[in-house]
């Protein structure tokens, strides 16, 4: 069945370092890929998608793309703020309409 | 446009009691789903619904029903809660063409004594 592993956290920064949250899956077919962030005491909310091999998704100064050949999803930014501070989830779309799910990584950015 | 809303925000129970959480969207959204969260193990869905009168089974259905009789509303019934339970229950909704883009409702805190 389809899978996803995320690299454990906890991940604790200084403002402006570099992030890298490492992502791989399986999966049949071939799935959407996603990574939704949940700030603290909210629901999840998506921060970006990659549909297809070599797309690259981006938002918030974010980016993460699709590697077929090593099924991953490595989500980046190059500056991280305390404002980013939240648990990010890798997600894979599959055929039968469910989203998998990562285990999650918190992310602590310090001033 | 309210999107999501769940009730209640937190609720604790003893083990054998049954309720309703609620689920409501504004979206005219096709597919809604319940997913629980627990530490570690990310999110796991329970049920969905592909549109009204249509639900179906997710990976972990045991303990919980379903139904969706109108578009918005998309109630998850514990019958006889068990410690095992104890989760924070996240609702998401989207369209059925872009069923993997899913917006989220705020989430439950449950608690199973």
């Known amino acids: 069945g389809n899978s996803v592993t995320q690299m454990e956290g906890p991940v604790t920064l200084s403002e402006e370092a570099f992030l890298t949250i490492n992502c791989t899956y399986t999966?049949?077919?071939?799935?959407?890929l996603f990574w939704y962030v949940q700030y603290p005491g909210e629901g999840l909310q998506l921060l970006l998608k990659?549909?297809?091999?070599?797309d690259k998704g981006s938002n918030k100064g974010f980016e993460a793309t699709y590697r077929k050949e090593t099924t991953s999803f490595h989500l980046e930014k190059g500056s991280v703020q305390v404002s980013d501070s939240a648990v990010y989830f890798c997600?894979?779309?599959?055929?039968?309409?469910?989203?998998?799910f990562g285990s999650g990584t918190q992310l602590t950015v310090l001033p | 446009n309210a999107g999501v809303t769940q009730t209640p925000k937190f609720q604790v129970l003893k083990t054998g009691q049954s309720m309703t959480l609620q689920c409501a969207q504004d979206?005219?959204?096709?597919?809604m789903s319940w997913y629980r969260q627990d530490p570690g193990m990310g999110l796991r869905l329970i049920h969905y619904s592909v549109g009204a009168g249509i639900t179906d089974q997710g990976e972990v259905p045991n303990g919980y029903n379903v139904s969706r009789s109108t578009t918005e509303d998309f109630p998850l019934r514990l019958l006889s809660a068990a410690p095992s339970q104890t989760s924070v229950y996240f609702c998401a909704s989207s369209y059925a063409q872009g069923w993997d883009t899913q917006y989220f409702g705020p989430g439950t805190r449950l608690t199973v004594l």
């Open positions: 999966a049949t077919g071939y799935p959407s």
């Open positions: 990659a549909t297809k091999a070599d």
């Open positions: 997600a894979l779309g599959g055929s039968a309409r469910q989203l998998t």
């Open positions: 979206m005219n959204h096709e597919y």
